[in-house]
């Protein structure tokens, strides 16, 4: 992990002269969501300005102060005031992105966003990004074979959102299975080599 995020950190992602690639890191309501700060924490080291996202059902895993304390950045949420630099803060997140990862991504998120829905502010900003997505999947893998989930996966896929996992192991509910997140530094590598293309 150290090793490719120095590697990426000499090959220029972190020099002064160049400007720091910016990512939004949506984080939804899983259990896996407490890994998302292992991912803002390798990524911010890497020299990537990391703007965190958490949807109401993340907050019930992950806290703000841990997210901003590791991004060194503002963490958005939907009870905060909208607005960024005199933009809606949807718009203003939306546009400033070069990448929008999801980790963990939802069987709810993924279906609100096959759909078009934009109940919050996360799924608002998804809709209106030209930046490519990205999402790491994290559920039961019941859930993740399900015709339904399937078939909003493949929809997004068919739209350009890449998928980084899920992963084969023990879940949360007990089950070993299809459904984990993928590693945080699997998941930071692959972001990274993206941004560095």
């Known amino acids: 992990m150290d090793v490719d995020c120095h590697r990426f950190i000499s090959a220029g992602l972190d020099s002064p002269l160049m400007k720091k690639p910016r990512l939004i890191l949506g984080v939804t309501g899983s259990i896996s969501a407490y890994r998302a700060a292992d991912v803002v ?42 607005g960024v630099e005199g933009r809606p803060t949807h718009i203003g997140l939306a546009d400033d992105a070069d990448l929008v990862l999801i980790a963990p991504a939802t069987a709810n998120l993924i279906a609100q966003y096959a759909l078009g829905l934009a109940p919050n502010l996360l799924t608002s900003l998804l809709l209106a990004t030209p930046a490519p997505v990205y999402m790491a999947p994290a559920m039961n893998g019941k859930m993740w074979k399900h015709p339904a989930v399937q078939a909003n996966v493949k929809t997004l896929k068919d739209r350009g ?34 941004l560095k293309s």
Not at 43 to 61: I, Q, S
Not at 161 to 181: K, M, N, T
Request: aromatic residues 6%; charged residues 25%.
């Open 41 to 82: 924490s390798i990524l911010t080291k890497a020299g990537v300005e990391v703007d965190v996202v958490v949807t109401r059902e993340g907050l019930k895993f992950v806290t703000t102060l841990t997210l901003q304390t590791l991004s060194r950045r503002s963490v958005y949420t939907d009870d905060m005031p909208d």
């Open 161 to 194: 959102v890449h998928f980084i996992g899920p992963d084969q192991g023990l879940l949360a509910c007990g089950y070993e299975g299809i459904g984990r997140l993928w590693p945080a530094d699997k998941i930071a590598n692959d972001i990274l080599k993206k």
